[in-house]
């Protein structure tokens, strides 16, 4: 039987869909996937995240051991509540998973981890804090509600305590805040402004409902992959994995070379690669022919002898054509094709990120869409 979150009923009796994500049931939409894209987009939408998995980690040696364990550099959070986003690295320099750390002040740092990863990552942070002063707690008491838009954060602080609200005034992109047992994050995961706010799993319905009735649309899975294609942000186990660096991911800006002395797992690996070179590139894909793009097509690159792969691809809702990531050889210029359906259709190659804020951004604004 599937996990089910907090949620789940409040999901049901809002007419969700539900699919099996990963061992959860969880709503892949409540009727319209694109309704729910677009009032993202224009407005706001709430998703129920609580199947990521809560870590807390704390102790005198938790600083350094989340130094040696991640990819960036967690000496970077020097205010609290300031979140970091990352990867955790086998000594291959591959991705066992991507996630965020938000430093709680003294030796405490809460980590949200994907679900699907969940055992593999809870065993990888034991393994590795043997030599550390460290405890590690998963909280699957918790839950997190993620409202998000250009209305996301109005429309929260109107709904929560005052004392909530006044904190939601005080954060920036990537700041978090501690009221009580909440913890409200300026994060997320559409390309859009908004919060993800973890709490207490027994007051997450309440929340839901009050959102609800201030407007706030629910969205499902469906919705939140859409999204995130056109902000260009990653999905792991499609754009990353474990034989996946960071490095061919487009996500090098994670990774903290300096102190050049803070050795982490997997810095050996990237340091030989980046001295080599990368074979493959991750780079966005737009194609204005009609047709989608999808996950393990093939692309072809006039420029190299290799081909490439769609790593994740749909229907843009906003642009109105296909997008997609591609992990492509290096030397790919501005033009390849992807065979769909026995055809090859030509694609237009971009930096990955195609919608920001609801509007086109960098090359793909300038396409004749």
């Known amino acids: 039987m ?3 979150t907090p949620l789940y009923e409040a999901h049901r009796q809002m007419g969700a869909r539900m699919v099996d994500f990963g061992g959860w049931d969880m709503p892949i939409h409540y009727g319209s996937q694109m309704e729910e894209h ?3 987009r ?3 939408g709430m998703f129920d ?14 600083r350094d051991y989340l130094g040696y364990l991640l990819a960036n550099n967690v000496a970077k959070l020097d205010t609290v509540g300031k979140a970091l986003y990352t990867t955790m690295l ?15 002040g003294d030796n405490r740092y809460r980590l949200v981890v994907n679900c699907a990863t969940r055992d593999k990552d ?3 942070l034991e393994r590795h804090s043997e030599d550390f002063q460290v405890a590690i707690a998963e909280r699957p008491d918790l839950a997190i509600i993620a409202v998000q838009g250009p209305e996301a954060i109005g429309t929260a602080k109107s709904v929560v ?10 954060l920036t992109a990537f700041r978090a805040a501690v009221v009580g047992q909440w913890l409200i994050a300026r994060t997320g995961y559409s390309g859009e402004d908004g919060l993800e706010i973890i709490l207490p799993g027994e007051k997450a319905t309440e929340l839901w409902q009050r959102l609800h009735d201030a407007g706030v649309a629910p969205a499902g899975l469906g919705a939140r992959d859409t999204l995130r294609l056109e902000a260009g942000l990653n999905l792991y186990g499609n754009d990353m994995d474990e034989d996946v660096s960071p490095l061919e991911a487009n996500l090098g800006w994670t990774v903290a070379w300096e102190p050049e002395d803070r050795q982490f797992i997997g810095r050996a690996a990237l340091e030989k690669q980046r001295a080599g070179g990368i074979r493959d590139k991750l780079v966005g894909l737009v194609m204005t022919r009609r047709g989608v793009l999808r996950a393990h097509q093939v692309v072809r690159v006039p420029e190299s002898g290799r081909a490439g792969e769609v790593t ?11 997008i997609a990531l591609a992990r492509v050889p290096v030397e790919t210029g501005d033009q390849c094709e992807v065979e769909v359906r026995g055809k090859w259709l030509p694609v237009t190659v971009v930096r990955p990120g195609f919608v920001r804020h609801g509007q086109p951004v960098g090359p793909v604004s300038a396409l004749d869409l």
């Open 2 to 4: 599937a996990k089910r």
């Open 38 to 40: 677009h009032r993202v």
């Open 42 to 44: 224009r407005a706001c």
């Open 49 to 62: 995240v609580s199947h990521m998995t809560v870590v807390d980690v704390e102790g005198s040696g938790a």
């Open 90 to 104: 086998n000594e291959r320099g591959g991705v066992i998973d991507d996630l965020i750390v938000y430093w709680l």
């Open 122 to 124: 809870l065993a990888w």
């Open 161 to 170: 305590c005052e004392e909530a609200a006044s904190a939601i005034d005080t």
């Open 312 to 322: 994740s691809g749909t229907f843009s809702p906003t642009l109105g054509c296909a």
